[in-house]
């Protein structure tokens, strides 16, 4: 596609309960990034998928949260068990290997656990 | 923590001034990239400055390197009220993740 897609753009969700962010990123883009920020702060760094090497999971906060990567394309974030601090907007981001043009982002997943 | 900072967290400016946010890393880096982020979504990549640059320009932005004080700035020139948002730098620390800074909300006034 033109762009990196994420879905759903929100979602609403009760402490508790699982749930599954989407990423589907640039095509030909090998890498793929998720990033979380919490409300006015700057991006934390969860995971990175390049190719078909393991992902660097070392940004992981706890082991609700898990990530895959299908077929080297489409990503799916799982956080299970949600907790009110994993409220904040999950952002997906894409690049070529050698990255020279910086990442490409997706609009994001703005989580509420209530 | 490896995350950067960012000053001012806050700019706010008149439209047509020029805006300067600096940013500090903390390790050696293989470049620096600045990103703008609206409303609080996706963001934005506007300039990717090496290690082994100085000075990089893209039309009204000019950005700097300085790998001896580890910090890099951005300036805005001739700000428009369309600048307004977040501008994140952002270091490839060549460990195939950038690292983020805090961010700098710009606000241009008309």
């Known amino acids: 596609g033109a762009g990196v897609s994420q879905s759903p753009s929100n979602k609403v969700t009760e402490k508790g309960k699982d749930v599954e962010l989407r990423c589907d990123p640039i095509?030909?883009?090998?890498?793929l990034y998720w990033y979380r920020q919490s409300l006015g702060q700057g991006l934390e760094f969860l995971i990175y998928f390049q190719g078909n090497s393991a992902p660097d999971k070392s940004g992981l906060p706890s082991d609700r949260f898990s990530a895959e990567r299908t077929g080297g394309s489409v990503s799916t974030l799982t956080i299970q068990r949600t907790q009110q601090e994993d409220s904040a907007v999950y952002l997906c981001?894409?690049?070529?290997?050698?990255?020279?043009?910086?990442?490409?982002f997706g609009s994001g997943t703005r989580l509420t656990v209530v | 923590s490896q995350q950067g900072e960012e000053d001012p967290q806050a700019l706010s400016i008149q439209e047509g001034e020029n805006a300067t946010m600096n940013c500090s890393y903390k390790?050696?880096?293989?470049?620096l990239q600045w990103y703008r982020q609206n409303s609080g979504r996706g963001l934005v990549h506007l300039i990717l400055i090496r290690s082994n640059e100085r000075e990089k320009h893209s039309g009204r932005l000019r950005v700097t390197l300085d790998t001896s004080k580890k910090s890099s700035s951005l300036l805005i020139t001739a700000s428009r009220a369309a600048d307004t948002a977040s501008y994140f730098c952002a270091s490839d620390q060549g460990a195939q993740k950038l690292v983020f800074g805090q961010g700098t909300r710009l606000t241009i006034n008309p």
């Open positions: 095509s030909g883009h090998t890498a």
């Open positions: 981001a894409s690049s070529t290997l050698a990255r020279v043009d910086g990442y490409t």
């Open positions: 390790t050696s880096i293989n470049n």
